[in-house]
């Protein structure tokens, strides 16, 4: 049974909870959180700290708070030489302290604490400083999720990158269509088929083939049509900038 830590109580922290407290030889031993109310309907009171100095020591400790807080955290636990894990994509391994044995345990999905995952589909970037420690680590997330990678820093910079341009950056273009649909009196759902479709069919083709659309065929004249409906100067800029980003692959 390898014994587990958490450190957070966020989107993160509370999906990684109600993962691993199902999963088979894990043993979730303590949950360390500031404020516990998203996650004290998940484990038992006796099983939540809200002090780090109160964190028994296990086999791996995962810090899955924010990005700004990981190292000083980490610097706190108040044990040495086990394998102490962050969430982050965009945090270096080497920004833990060096007191314990550092990893990167990078669940790439978007979480939110009221939409459930089906954490069996969910990557999980695994990166570790000691090789020994690698089977461990794996073990954990292969006891939560199908789908392992061995990413290093490098790379899970790069991933989380790539992330937020197809994550954080098309559900802001998702905004500014719901805008546009809202100040037409026109019902944002009628949109939701079309998304639907353009995100399954990235499942078997690449994203230059699936691309449809006016500046992909070059019509000049629906192009201007929209750029002239556009009033908002900043979506007027966002469009061309889009249209020009979409025909700079040609």
């Known amino acids: 049974m390898i014994t587990v830590s958490i450190i957070g109580s966020g989107n993160v922290a509370f999906h990684l909870i109600s993962a691993l407290k199902k999963a088979p030889e894990i043993k979730l031993m303590q949950v360390c959180a500031r404020d516990c109310k998203n996650i004290q309907n998940l484990i038992d009171s006796n099983q939540i700290v809200s002090r780090i100095e109160e964190l028994k020591s296990v086999d791996i400790c995962i810090i899955a708070v924010s990005d700004a807080a990981i190292s000083e955290i980490s610097k706190s636990i108040p044990f040495e030489n086990k394998i102490v894990a962050h969430t982050s994509g965009s945090i270096a391994m080497k920004d833990l302290s060096a007191k314990n044995r550092r990893a990167v345990f990078y669940p790439l999905q978007t979480f939110s604490i009221h939409k459930e995952v089906d954490f069996s589909k969910i990557p999980i970037c695994l990166e570790v400083e000691k090789s020994d420690d690698y089977e461990i680590v794996e073990k954990i997330a292969l006891s939560i999720s199908k789908i392992v990678y061995s990413i290093d820093t490098e790379q899970r910079k790069a991933l989380h990158v790539s992330a937020v341009f197809v994550n954080n950056f098309v559900n802001e273009l998702y905004e500014v269509g ?28 690449t994203p230059t083939e699936a691309q449809t659309g006016p500046a992909k065929r070059k019509d000049q004249q629906t192009i201007s049509t929209h750029l002239d409906f556009l009033k908002d100067q900043k979506k007027k800029d966002l469009y061309k900038l889009m249209t020009q980003s979409i025909q700079s692959h040609e």
């Open 178 to 205: 719901y805008e546009i649909c809202r100040e037409n009196n026109i019902p944002f759902d009628i949109l939701k088929p079309l998304i639907k479709e353009t995100a399954e069919k990235i499942e078997t083709l």
